[in-house]
């Protein structure tokens, strides 16, 4: 092995161990089978080196870390910092400012009516970075002239415009008055905060894999859509 060969691997190793963020359990920066930051052997980014090894990119998060003058720190570009963690991966982190989010967003594919008198506000579903579920909330108003009494929306989760790997449905009930906003959580940071009111939570689909393929495809989701499919109003009519 040539001295050339070697430099990549020492410029980009001192990266590489267990780091302690403000998680129960520490996580793994590994570059095998490939490079990547682990949690109790879960990929939750996947990861890449830059400037020569000296910065390392977790692309999940779009967050950009740089290593400490003694090793033992990673700055990271949103102003947390990592600590190296020396006594297992279990452990209480005291002195780390938090590491950057445990879950990342999906872009929208678009919102569909299909002609139903039923306005989207605002949206967004957010998956956890082990894979293991996720969020999506709504806030919508009925734009018709007759309260409604029950919207059905549907929601599919896909890694492009084109697939989907997973899909929900949201039965929201109630009385709908004409031009008035429902809402739900609009961010996880906002529910996490207790900010709102708890029929938030109504206008929200919470997802989990329900087989082992949805497992498999959950932390590379990046897309997600809304159609609304059956509403109903006050006086006896439906749409469609």
């Not at 309260?147 to 009385?175: I, K, Y």
């Not at 989990?208 to 859509?225: E, I, T, V």
């Amino acid at each position: 092995m040539t001295a050339r060969s070697l430099r990549p691997h020492m410029a980009n190793s001192g990266f590489t161990g267990s780091w302690c963020g403000n998680s129960r359990y520490a996580y793994m920066i590994t570059d095998f089978p490939q490079l990547a930051v682990k949690q109790q052997m879960s990929v939750v980014s996947p990861a890449h080196y830059a400037l020569n090894g000296a910065q390392f990119v977790a692309e999940r998060w779009g967050a950009t870390g740089t290593l400490g003058s003694d090793g033992n720190k990673i700055h990271w570009s949103d102003g947390s910092v990592w600590e190296r963690a020396i006594y297992g991966t279990q452990f209480s982190a005291t002195s780390a400012k938090p590491p950057p989010p445990q879950y990342f967003y999906l872009s929208g594919r678009g919102y569909v009516s299909g002609g139903a008198p039923i306005a989207q506000i605002s949206s967004f579903t957010a998956i956890w970075d082990d894979g293991t579920s996720g969020l999506s909330c709504i806030t919508f108003k009925n734009t018709s002239s007759v309260t409604a009494t029950r919207v059905v929306f549907n929601w599919p989760l896909g890694r492009n415009t084109e697939d989907t790997e997973d899909e929900g449905t949201l039965d929201r009930r109630g009385e709908f008055s004409p031009n008035v906003e429902i809402q739900g959580w609009h961010s996880v940071a906002e529910r996490d905060s207790g900010q709102g009111h708890r029929d938030y939570s109504e206008n929200c689909v919470r997802w989990r894999p329900d087989n082992a393929a949805q497992a498999r495809a959950y932390p590379y989701l990046r897309r997600y859509g809304i159609s609304v499919k059956r509403v109903e109003y006050a006086d006896g009519t439906t749409f469609p």
